[in-house]
């Protein structure tokens, strides 16, 4: 796990799995994750706040975004989607999660009420932005230009999330990422429409549509909504 401590450099510690004797900075998956950390860590909620990820839903997030930068930039390396993390450090092809993040995965916000582990809180939160990823893929034709776009979208989104999150909070801001690279120039208008009709999608089929709510970022007051807006 990535640690950070007062005034000194972020400290990323890796060690053999037990069970398999297999190094952990031997996968990329956990490499990648690890490291992620101590991109969100220092983005949400500004660069000096250290403890803007604490919050049930936060720090849910702050795994399920590192499981998504870890499956992403390996799927893009070896030229196919990768759905399944850690399967080869602890030798068990269905990795160490509940279930791949594919299009079926079944846990939506709704159902993070009733979990009490932050790696099954993230869960969710990295289904829907895998399948953002992949409807944007899909949508531009091809793949290495959606993971990139998405890449920017999410990290953008992640300078402009608050300290603390909800999902929802989380959500808005990656949809005002969206926005701003339009407003600058930086994507086509045509691309925007494409890009938010994916986005909007993945997280109305993960129970954080229009309607749904979550009044604190704690796991109690959520209600999931399915509704995509009228103007896609």
Request: glycine share 8%.
């Amino acid at each position: 796990m990535a640690t950070f401590p007062d005034g000194q450099p972020p400290v990323m510690n890796m060690g053999l799995v037990a069970s398999t004797r297999r190094h952990t900075a031997f996968d990329a998956d956990v490499v990648c994750h690890e490291y992620t950390h101590g991109l969100t860590n220092r983005l949400v909620g500004g660069p000096m706040n250290t403890n803007a990820l604490n919050a049930p839903q936060s720090s849910g997030m702050g795994e399920g975004w590192s499981d998504y930068y870890a499956l992403t930039i390996v799927s893009y390396l070896i030229g196919r989607e990768k759905v399944v993390t850690g399967d080869w450090v602890v030798q068990r092809p269905q990795g160490i999660r509940t279930a791949p993040y594919d299009d079926n995965y079944p846990s939506t916000f709704g159902d993070i009420s009733q979990m009490t582990d932050e790696h099954d809180i993230g869960e969710v939160w990295c289904a829907a932005l895998m399948m953002f990823t992949r409807r944007v893929r899909q949508a531009l034709g091809n793949d290495q230009d959606g993971y990139r776009l998405c890449w920017q979208i999410v990290t953008d989104g992640l300078k402009l999330t608050p300290a603390n999150p909800s999902f929802l909070d989380a959500r808005d801001a990656i949809l005002l990422a969206l926005d701003h690279l339009k407003d600058t120039g930086k994507l086509s208008s045509p691309n925007h429409r494409k890009v938010r009709k994916a986005a909007w999608e993945a997280f109305a089929r993960f129970g954080m549509g229009v309607r749904a709510s979550s009044n604190v970022p704690e796991l109690d007051g959520i209600v999931a909504d399915t509704t995509l807006p009228t103007d896609l």
